[in-house]
C-alpha cells in the first residue's frame, strides 16, 4: 500500500532562514504523482506543487523549490528565506489509483508545522 | 487554478440531527470528488470517493449510513451527517478532480463542525 512519511512534526525557524521539509514516499505504482500543499491556519488546503514520476527534474518557483529523487523514493520541499507568512502546516501526498477504477486518490502523510518567527 | 467552493465553513448543531455540507466546483466540471476528514493537528483521512451519478466508495471503517453523499451533477457532492454526535465534531474538507486533470485534486475551504 501507499505510504507517505513527514518525519519532520513541527519545525521552528526565523525569518530569513533556509528551511526543508522532508517527504519519504512508498509505492508499488510506476506512474503516480507527488504533490504539496499548505494549510494554513483557516484549514483551506493551498495546492503547491504536483510532479510526475517520470519528471526528477527540480523545480524552482519564486523562494519554493523541490528536490525530487526517486533513488531514494523521496520528494523534498525548501523555503529559501523564509517568511512569517510561511507558518503553517505542509502536507506532502502522493497519488494512488483506486483498483478496478482507474481513478486516483491521493495518499497524505502526517504533516509538518513550520512556525516562522520574527 | 481550479476553484472549489465549500458551505459551509463553520456549522454547530445539536447532538441527534443532521448537518449538509455542500461541495461545488465553480469553473469546471468535477467527475470525481473527495470527501476528507481531519481531526486537530493530524493529518486528511479520506472518508469517501464519489463520481457523478454513481454511488459514492466508502473507505474502511466509515458508516455509509451515517455519511450520506451524494453526487448528483458534475458541480456538486454533498455530505450529510446524519444524526450528529460530539465524535461527528471535526473538519471535513472537499476536493474535486476534473475530466482533464485526472491527477490532480483541488480542494475547498473546508466545514468545522461542532455538535453540541
Known amino acids: 500500500a501507499q505510504k507517505v512519511t513527514q518525519a519532520q512534526t513541527e519545525i521552528s525557524v526565523v525569518e530569513k532562514e533556509d528551511v526543508t521539509l522532508d517527504c519519504v514516499y512508498e509505492?508499488?505504482?510506476?506512474?503516480?504523482?507527488l504533490f504539496w500543499y499548505k494549510q494554513p491556519p483557516s484549514g483551506e488546503l493551498v495546492f503547491l506543487i504536483r510532479?510526475?514520476?517520470?519528471?526528477?527534474q527540480n523545480e524552482i518557483s519564486g523562494r519554493y523549490s523541490w528536490n525530487f529523487q526517486k533513488s531514494t523514493s523521496s520528494f523534498n520541499f525548501t523555503i529559501t528565506a523564509s517568511q512569517v507568512v510561511d507558518s503553517a502546516v505542509y502536507f506532502c501526498a502522493l497519488s494512488e489509483v483506486i483498483m478496478n477504477t482507474g481513478f486516483q486518490k491521493l495518499v497524505f502523510g502526517t504533516g509538518t508545522r513550520l512556525l516562522v518567527s520574527p | 487554478g481550479a476553484v472549489v467552493s465549500q458551505h459551509p465553513s463553520r456549522v454547530i448543531c445539536k447532538s441527534g440531527t443532521s448537518v449538509k455540507i455542500e461541495c461545488r466546483s465553480l469553473d469546471f466540471q468535477a467527475t470525481t470528488m473527495f470527501w476528507y476528514r481531519q481531526f486537530p493537528k493530524q493529518s486528511l483521512m479520506l472518508m469517501a470517493t464519489?463520481?457523478?451519478?454513481?454511488?459514492?466508495?466508502?473507505e474502511q471503517g466509515v458508516e455509509k449510513d451515517k455519511f450520506l453523499i451524494n453526487h448528483a451533477s458534475l458541480t456538486l457532492s454533498t455530505l450529510t451527517v446524519t444524526s450528529a454526535h460530539p465524535e461527528d465534531s471535526s473538519f471535513y474538507i472537499c476536493?474535486?478532480?476534473?475530466?482533464?486533470?485526472?491527477?490532480?485534486?483541488?480542494f475547498g475551504q473546508g466545514t468545522r463542525l461542532t455538535v453540541v
Open positions: 509505492t508499488r505504482d510506476t506512474t503516480y504523482y
Open positions: 476536493s474535486a478532480k476534473d475530466r482533464v486533470w485526472n491527477t490532480e485534486a483541488f
Open positions: 464519489s463520481n457523478e451519478g454513481s454511488k459514492a466508495t466508502y
Open positions: 510532479r510526475n514520476s517520470f519528471d526528477e
